[in-house]
């Protein structure tokens, strides 16, 4: 069965420092990989997906994030973090062969202090 | 662009009692889907409709819940009764079709309380 990790419940970062939130993933076949944001009281915010191509993808806000197949990866990451970047983040997989079924990790808090 | 739409925003109900939610997705999005967050774990699938029919519902506790979407826009969940575990945000989603590599746009989600 497919499944999303976000080993991090929460990643704390200074405003100004580059940011990263890890993510791992099991499927049995091609990935599509999404990153979406959440910010208290409003729904999920599609942030960038890889599909296939390129292993970094670029998003939303100076989002990007790097595609790695050998060690299952999807990290998320910005080179500078903002306050505005507090929020919860959800890293999500699809896989073709397993109904297609968007699975979602459990979350990781992202807390930037100015 | 509108974005989707889901009504009430949040709702309180008595255990064994039963609700409804509504959800408007994005004009021409042909692929509807119902997610249920409990409180600090991911959203999770409830059941998908391609038009006004259900791709997937292999997750929805068919006993008590109930979703439609007859005329392949808006669609309804209701919960019929209520139990303590169904405490949680329900989200609703849309996507241009089901292909696997669209992003689904999500509305802001009805926050449920069963008391």
């Known amino acids: 069965a497919q499944s999303v990790a976000q080993p991090e419940d929460q990643v704390n970062v200074a405003e100004g420092n580059p940011l990263t939130v890890k993510c791992t993933y099991s499927?049995?076949?091609?990935?599509?990989l999404f990153w979406y944001v959440q910010y208290p009281n409003r729904g999920l915010q599609f942030l960038l997906k890889?599909?296939?191509?390129?292993?970094l993808v670029k998003g939303s806000y100076g989002f990007e994030a790097e595609f790695n197949k050998s060690q299952t990866s999807f990290h998320l990451k910005k080179p500078s973090a903002l306050v505005s970047d507090s929020a919860l983040y959800f890293c999500a997989v699809r896989a073709s062969n397993q109904g297609g079924k968007l699975i979602f990790g459990q979350g990781t808090e992202l807390s930037v202090k100015p | 662009e509108a974005g989707v739409a889901q009504s009430p925003r949040y709702k309180i109900i008595e255990k064994r009692q039963s609700v409804a939610f509504w959800c408007n997705p994005i004009?021409?999005?042909?692929?509807l889907y119902w997610y249920q967050q409990i409180l600090g774990q991911g959203p999770k699938l409830l059941i998908q409709?391609?038009?006004?029919?259900?791709?997937?519902d292999s997750q929805l506790p068919k006993d008590r819940f109930s979703a439609e979407r007859l005329k392949g826009v808006d669609s309804t969940l209701k919960i019929q009764p209520a139990k303590l575990e169904d405490s949680a945000v329900y989200l609703c989603?849309?996507?241009?079709?089901?292909?696997?590599?669209?992003?689904?746009?999500f509305g802001p989600g009805t926050r449920l309380t069963v008391l």
């Open positions: 989603a849309s996507s241009l079709d089901q292909d696997f590599y669209n992003e689904q746009f």
């Open positions: 004009s021409g999005h042909a692929t």
């Open positions: 499927v049995s076949g091609n990935p599509y």
């Open positions: 409709f391609q038009n006004n029919g259900v791709v997937d």
């Open positions: 890889y599909i296939t191509g390129d292993n």
